[in-house]
């Protein structure tokens, strides 16, 4: 702004003066500051744009995570192997250190990430979960790394992606055994140097993430076969943490069988006393391919069926033939096939069609998944 000296005698002429200057001045003022505005004005509407996208993005996120975390709660158990994999957790969870979770399907793997980031200095940022089986090899990219307007055909508008979503708290990279190779060394520039561009986009984002990744497979297995990289294998298994399978830690069950019997009473509302002492050795003598998460399956489904305060079991608990079997080492490509469809049809309780349903999961038509069960053979083992 100027500012003018007056002195007494010149004040009436000056005074006109100064409030012409003044008036110029403002004007150049004005059109300077405008401008300025209008620039400071589109950045934060940038800005906000991109929160915006962000918050929509995390509460996509937080939304399924809450959908998915139906008996998210307590770690039940006691016995050594568990306390083992409770102290590992302990250990690191603190750190910003990238954690492996290894362990065969339904043992846990997704309470001990939440765990993990509800015990770190993180856990009042979100904890966003990318299933990398789930996903649509083609869409994987995009949902991590965001993607610029037209990017590829049907992407109409600006969009960032997971990684993105999570900046300052945690990802958990679920079945990360299934990420594509090519999806592989992008993962590997994010974990080393903390940067990603968005599809169609050179501009490089910086972002503050933890990650936590997990898998059913065995990953040393899948670098010798060429599907894993070998450098991101290493970088993920800074901490590995591996869970038991259900049947290596028999000594759980009992106090799992009690957890789920109550927790299943509640929510139906009935009243479950007594847990057969028979019933219970069956329990432990059965070999759990489906692990805890089976475990939880067969108690709820037998509270239901249950008249009385009496647990009866729904199932006979059979060693599982064919696809099911204990056997976690598939040879060829069609056991593995049927391995993966037969899990799939165990954890959607072999609903087919529909939006939960195995159809959708897998990505296939249900009438061409219908005719893969046939054709491979895969039966309903359990009622
Ligand atoms: N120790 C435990 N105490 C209580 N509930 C448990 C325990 N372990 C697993 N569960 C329950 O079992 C189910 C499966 O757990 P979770 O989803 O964490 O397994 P997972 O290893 O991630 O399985 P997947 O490989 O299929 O993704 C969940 O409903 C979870 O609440
Ligand atoms: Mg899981």
């Not at 992606?161 to 055994?177: C, H, K, Q, Y």
């Not at 106090?255 to 069956?282: H, N």
Request: include cysteine; charged fraction near 30%.
């Amino acid at each position: 702004m100027l500012t003018f000296a007056v002195t007494g005698e010149e004040r009436d002429w000056s005074k006109r003066v100064v409030q012409q200057f003044q008036l110029v001045a403002q004007i150049f003022a004005n059109v300077l500051s405008r401008k300025r505005a209008d620039e400071q004005l589109k950045k934060q509407l940038e800005e906000i744009e991109e929160l915006r996208q962000r918050l929509e993005k995390e509460n996509i996120c937080l939304r399924e995570e809450l959908g998915q975390a139906k008996g998210f709660g307590k770690i039940i158990g006691s016995s050594e192997a568990l306390n083992y994999v409770l102290f590992r957790v302990g250990q690191v969870a603190p750190t910003d250190a990238t954690v492996l979770i290894l362990g065969e399907t339904g043992t846990g793997k997704g309470m001990v990430a939440n765990a993990i980031h509800g015990l770190s200095s993180r856990k009042e940022r979100p904890m966003i979960t990318v299933n990398c089986a789930a996903l649509p090899a083609n869409l994987i990219e995009s949902e991590l790394f965001g993607r610029e307007k037209g990017a590829f055909t049907g992407a109409h508008t600006r969009q960032s992606g997971r990684f993105e979503a999570a900046d300052g708290g945690t990802i958990l990279l679920d079945e990360i055994g299934e990420l594509p190779l090519e999806l592989q060394s992008k993962l590997l520039r994010v974990l080393q140097d903390g940067e990603l561009e968005r599809l169609g986009s050179a501009k490089t984002v910086k972002v503050d993430v933890r990650v936590i990744a997990s898998t059913s497979r065995d990953l040393k297995e899948e670098v010798r076969a060429g599907n894993f990289r070998e450098d991101l294998f290493y970088r993920l298994n800074v901490f590995p943490v591996t869970i038991p399978t259900l049947r290596e830690r028999a000594d759980d069950i009992p106090e799992l069988v009690r957890f789920f019997a109550d927790k299943y009473s509640r929510k139906i509302g009935k009243q479950i006393e007594t847990i057969p002492k028979l019933a219970m050795k069956a329990m432990q003598e059965y070999s759990w391919p489906g692990n805890v998460r089976e475990l939880e399956h067969v108690i709820e489904r037998s509270v239901i069926t249950t008249e009385g305060t009496v647990l009866l079991l729904a199932d006979r608990l059979e060693p599982i033939q064919g696809a099911e079997a204990v056997d976690s080492s598939p040879r060829d490509l069609a056991a593995m096939e049927r391995e993966h469809i037969a899990r799939v049809l165990r954890d959607t309780g072999w609903k087919i069609e529909g939006q939960k349903g195995a159809a959708k999961i897998l990505n296939l038509h249900p009438s061409t998944l219908r005719s893969r069960i046939k054709k491979l053979g895969i039966k309903r083992s359990l009622n």
